[in-house]
């Protein structure tokens, strides 16, 4: 018999392996969903890891109140055509609490605080394990993460310390308290996951997809035009054929000009970009260590 | 092979990290927003376009200037995909050597043309050795700084041969390189008309190390029960897991370890598609045609006898900081059996400077290699390194810290 699959087929092999051991190992497992691409390859990948039996993961969404309404809608009615269960924590709610506080200025926006909201969510529902789309192609940080992602207690992530993986055996070992971040679909690339979205037919938020949208150009990229964003005095909304490359917060996501409306026509834009898809998150550029501090700080 | 997953190691001033930013570079795989930055930085170092920094993640590393962890690398070519642990090369760190290669086909060692084949080209080809690397290939780099002397070249060839038998590798490439100028390494080099062999992409394209577990016989751990009890799949009872060798076919005749059990295989599932056949990689369901005691831990095999004995003979990497002492416990984790495991006996400590097993004294130190018997409190079925990777590779975790405090390969 011969066999030989594609590199498609060996990623799909190698992350479903991982979203069953992190079942295995844990007693509440969970998918951190953010409505990105990302976090909806691996929720698929966790139904296709299970099937016929439902998908054994809550979805976990971190709501930073500054959100496209189009990720909400997508997000209540993707867990419920899963089945999934979905627990929101609140980052409004955080800041009622003053656990964590608003940032200020023009260049505040609530990434940084999303961790706090994070962390008391985890604890809140003592959850042992989350599920995330990170993978080790988007920056340099992520590129020292292990499959298997150890946190402390305060939910640190200590990257001079990290458990060595061997081989496919992940240790999820853990004192009480403390909790994993496991990524299934760390040896993924942008590419690789768009033509696994077309392969599989998954349905995505029709914010990946180019279509007129109100932005204004800061810090090189377009930003929609929101409730949420201040405008500086120069800067005068315009209306442009826009998609996005990652969705975040609202307030942070830059947008590109595109006249891609099919999957067909991102993967052939996607080919010929020559910039990384982080490159227009406004929260990446603060400095040369940013990615590295926020993980540090339990961001995902 | 579609992808080739491939480790690299090198002393501190090997230029390895130069060499991979070429190969990122030179196969346009480095995009402009990341190439911006690494423009920047090395202006405000007042250097050149540093290459190097392309792969220098984490902000120690920036601050110390040498890569201290195991880092991955994508790129692509039309040819054929690249998976790349980049590992670092200086001595203490051995345990992140030992990381990359555990899930390589093959590795780049790098020699510094003026200094040679040293002590840590001896360690870094013994450690692929032990780990099982199929392929390696010796980058001869820092060629323009002999004035691109064949004799350099050649020199480092002949003084490896001795290596390459000690370390036990069966295939072995030499590529005369410049990470720093380009040379052979995506292009070929107009330096040295000596050499017309391929340059150090082109042989990573074409390389086919051997996968023996494909061939091997069929191999399945159990990682889950899947059991979904609704009205539709109400006594569905599947076995999912990973092929960690051969292949299965329905109809298949299989025997269920640790209790000895027969069974025929009735249905293999990859999501709700329904398969004839599954081979060594792909992660499956599998349903048996009559009731056994299958959980977690469990193989699935067919073929020859899988190895079922509690003592363990085993080549054992020690990662952790703190060192091993006679009498501790520990916990066994492999993919056909987990649970609480002693050291019993150190036999011989391997003796990094000369490459030869010496007697131990039951103690273990960080980045210490030993053959040792492991003593399970509950036999695991497994199989030697040698033959089947999978099977055959096993950690040892502090039960009080959690930590991976050991890497081991059953003889």
């Given at each position: 018999m011969?066999y030989?699959?594609?590199?498609?087929?060996?990623?799909?092999?190698?992350?479903?392996?991982?979203?069953?051991?992190?079942?295995?190992?844990?007693?509440?497992?969970?998918?951190?969903?953010?409505?990105?691409?990302?976090?909806?390859?691996?929720?698929?990948?966790?139904?296709?890891?299970?099937?016929?039996?439902?998908?054994?993961?809550?979805?976990?969404?971190?709501?930073?109140?500054?959100?496209?309404?189009?990720?909400?809608?997508?997000?209540?009615?993707?867990?419920?055509?899963?089945?999934?269960?979905?627990?929101?924590?609140?980052?409004?709610?955080?800041?009622?609490?003053?656990?964590?506080?608003?940032?200020?200025?023009?260049?505040?926006?609530?990434?940084?605080?999303?961790?706090?909201?994070?962390?008391?969510?985890?604890?809140?529902?003592?959850?042992?394990?989350?599920?995330?789309?990170?993978?080790?192609?988007?920056?340099?940080?992520?590129?020292?993460?292990?499959?298997?992602?150890?946190?402390?207690?305060?939910?640190?992530?200590?990257?001079?310390?990290?458990?060595?993986?061997?081989?496919?055996?992940?240790?999820?070992?853990?004192?009480?308290?403390?909790?994993?971040?496991?990524?299934?679909?760390?040896?993924?690339?942008?590419?690789?996951?768009?033509?696994?979205?077309?392969?599989?037919?998954?349905?995505?938020?029709?914010?990946?997809?180019?279509?007129?949208?109100?932005?204004?150009?800061?810090?090189?990229?377009?930003?929609?035009?929101?409730?949420?964003?201040?405008?500086?005095?120069?800067?005068?909304?315009?209306?442009?054929?826009?998609?996005?490359?990652?969705?975040?917060?609202?307030?942070?996501?830059?947008?590109?000009?595109?006249?891609?409306?099919?999957?067909?026509?991102?993967?052939?834009?996607?080919?010929?970009?020559?910039?990384?898809?982080?490159?227009?998150?406004?929260?990446?550029?603060?400095?040369?260590?940013?990615?590295?501090?926020?993980?540090?700080?339990?961001?995902? | 092979?579609?992808?080739?997953?491939?480790?690299?190691?090198?002393?501190?001033?090997?230029?390895?990290?130069?060499?991979?930013?070429?190969?990122?570079?030179?196969?346009?795989?480095?995009?402009?927003?990341?190439?911006?930055?690494?423009?920047?930085?090395?202006?405000?170092?007042?250097?050149?376009?540093?290459?190097?920094?392309?792969?220098?993640?984490?902000?120690?590393?920036?601050?110390?200037?040498?890569?201290?962890?195991?880092?991955?690398?994508?790129?692509?070519?039309?040819?054929?995909?690249?998976?790349?642990?980049?590992?670092?090369?200086?001595?203490?760190?051995?345990?992140?050597?030992?990381?990359?290669?555990?899930?390589?086909?093959?590795?780049?060692?790098?020699?510094?043309?003026?200094?040679?084949?040293?002590?840590?080209?001896?360690?870094?080809?013994?450690?692929?050795?032990?780990?099982?690397?199929?392929?390696?290939?010796?980058?001869?780099?820092?060629?323009?700084?002999?004035?691109?002397?064949?004799?350099?070249?050649?020199?480092?060839?002949?003084?490896?041969?001795?290596?390459?038998?000690?370390?036990?590798?069966?295939?072995?490439?030499?590529?005369?390189?410049?990470?720093?100028?380009?040379?052979?390494?995506?292009?070929?080099?107009?330096?040295?008309?000596?050499?017309?062999?391929?340059?150090?992409?082109?042989?990573?394209?074409?390389?086919?190390?051997?996968v023996p577990e494909a061939l091997s016989d069929f191999r399945f751990p159990?990682?889950?029960?899947?059991?979904?009890?609704?009205?539709?799949?109400?006594?569905?009872?599947?076995?999912?897991?990973r092929l960690a060798g051969g292949c299965v076919a329905?109809?298949d005749?299989v025997?269920?370890?640790?209790?000895?059990?027969?069974?025929?295989v009735?249905?293999?599932?990859?999501?709700?598609?329904?398969?004839?056949e599954a081979h060594y990689g792909q992660?499956?369901?599998?349903?048996?045609?009559?009731?056994?005691?299958?959980?977690?831990?469990?193989v699935l095999t067919a073929g020859s006898?899988p190895?079922?004995?509690?003592?363990?003979?085993?080549?054992?990497?020690?990662?952790?900081?703190?060192?091993?002492?006679?009498?501790?416990?520990?916990?066994?984790?492999?993919?056909?059996?987990?649970?609480?495991?002693?050291?019993?006996?150190?036999?011989?400590?391997?003796?990094?400077?000369?490459?030869?097993?010496?007697?131990?004294?039951?103690?273990?130190?960080?980045?210490?290699?030993?053959?040792?018997?492991?003593?399970?409190?509950?036999?695991?079925?497994?199989e030697?390194?040698?033959s089947q990777?999978v099977m055959?590779?096993?950690?040892?975790?502090?039960?009080?810290?959690?930590?991976?405090?050991?890497?081991?390969?059953?003889?």
């Amino acid at each position: 018999m011969k066999y030989n699959p594609s590199f498609l087929d060996e990623l799909e092999a190698e992350a479903i392996y991982v979203i069953r051991e992190a079942y295995a190992q844990f007693e509440r497992p969970t998918i951190l969903f953010s409505g990105g691409k990302d976090s909806i390859v691996v929720s698929h990948l966790a139904r296709k890891a299970f099937a016929p039996a439902g998908i054994p993961f809550a979805l976990v969404h971190v709501d930073t109140g500054h959100n496209f309404p189009e990720t909400i809608e997508f997000r209540d009615r993707y867990a419920a055509s899963l089945g999934a269960e979905l627990i929101v924590g609140s980052v409004q709610e955080s800041i009622d609490r003053g656990t964590a506080q608003e940032e200020h200025g023009p260049l505040g926006n609530r990434n940084r605080i999303q961790s706090v909201t994070l962390l008391e969510t985890i604890e809140r529902e003592r959850l042992d394990c989350l599920l995330g789309g990170g993978r080790r192609d988007e920056e340099k940080a992520r590129a020292k993460e292990r499959f298997f992602s150890h946190r402390d207690a305060f939910g640190q992530w200590d990257p001079k310390n990290q458990r060595p993986e061997l081989w496919n055996l992940f240790n999820g070992a853990k004192q009480p308290g403390e909790h994993f971040r496991v990524f299934p679909i760390s040896n993924w690339t942008e590419m690789n996951v768009w033509h696994y979205i077309r392969r599989e037919g998954i349905e995505l938020p029709s914010l990946y997809f180019a279509a007129p949208r109100q932005v204004i150009w800061r810090s090189n990229s377009w930003l929609p035009v929101s409730e949420f964003i201040t405008l500086r005095p120069t800067e005068v909304p315009t209306e442009k054929m826009i998609r996005f490359r990652t969705l975040g917060d609202i307030t942070i996501t830059g947008g590109i000009e595109s006249d891609a409306v099919t999957l067909d026509q991102i993967i052939a834009e996607v080919e010929t970009l020559r910039q990384t898809e982080r490159g227009n998150r406004e929260d990446d550029k603060r400095s040369e260590s940013s990615m590295e501090e926020r993980k540090k700080q339990g961001y995902f | 092979m579609n992808v080739l997953r491939f480790t690299t190691a090198g002393s501190v001033d090997d230029g390895k990290s130069t060499l991979i930013g070429r190969l990122l570079y030179d196969s346009k795989s480095v995009f402009i927003d990341q190439l911006d930055a690494v423009a920047a930085s090395s202006k405000r170092r007042g250097t050149e376009l540093d290459l190097s920094l392309l792969t220098d993640g984490l902000k120690d590393e920036r601050e110390q200037g040498i890569t201290i962890d195991v880092a991955y690398r994508y790129f692509a070519t039309p040819r054929r995909n690249f998976i790349l642990a980049d590992t670092p090369g200086h001595v203490q760190y051995t345990r992140n050597m030992v990381t990359g290669a555990s899930t390589a086909d093959a590795a780049l060692i790098l020699v510094d043309a003026r200094h040679g084949v040293v002590e840590q080209t001896r360690r870094h080809s013994f450690i692929a050795g032990l780990l099982g690397l199929k392929a390696v290939i010796v980058c001869v780099n820092k060629m323009d700084l002999v004035d691109y002397a064949e004799a350099a070249f050649t020199k480092v060839c002949a003084d490896y041969e001795p290596v390459r038998l000690a370390a036990g590798l069966p295939e072995v490439h030499f590529v005369p390189l410049s990470a720093l100028v380009g040379d052979n390494v995506v292009d070929p080099s107009a330096h040295m008309p000596w050499y017309s062999g391929p340059t150090l992409l082109a042989l990573l394209e074409t390389l086919e190390p051997a996968v023996p577990e494909a061939l091997s016989d069929f191999r399945f751990p159990v990682q889950t029960v899947i059991r979904p009890r609704t009205t539709e799949h109400h006594d569905f009872r599947g076995y999912a897991g990973r092929l960690a060798g051969g292949c299965v076919a329905v109809g298949d005749r299989v025997t269920v370890w640790p209790e000895e059990l027969e069974a025929i295989v009735d249905g293999i599932y990859l999501g709700d598609q329904a398969l004839p056949e599954a081979h060594y990689g792909q992660s499956v369901v599998l349903t048996l045609d009559r009731d056994v005691n299958v959980a977690r831990g469990s193989v699935l095999t067919a073929g020859s006898v899988p190895q079922r004995g509690a003592e363990l003979k085993a080549k054992l990497c020690w990662l952790d900081a703190k060192g091993h002492s006679p009498g501790l416990r520990y916990e066994f984790r492999a993919h056909g059996g987990h649970g609480q495991a002693m050291i019993a006996e150190v036999e011989r400590v391997l003796n990094l400077e000369t490459l030869a097993y010496e007697p131990g004294n039951g103690h273990l130190e960080t980045n210490q290699i030993a053959e040792v018997v492991v003593r399970c409190a509950t036999a695991p079925t497994t199989e030697t390194y040698t033959s089947q990777r999978v099977m055959g590779g096993f950690i040892l975790v502090d039960p009080v810290r959690g930590t991976t405090v050991a890497a081991g390969m059953i003889q």
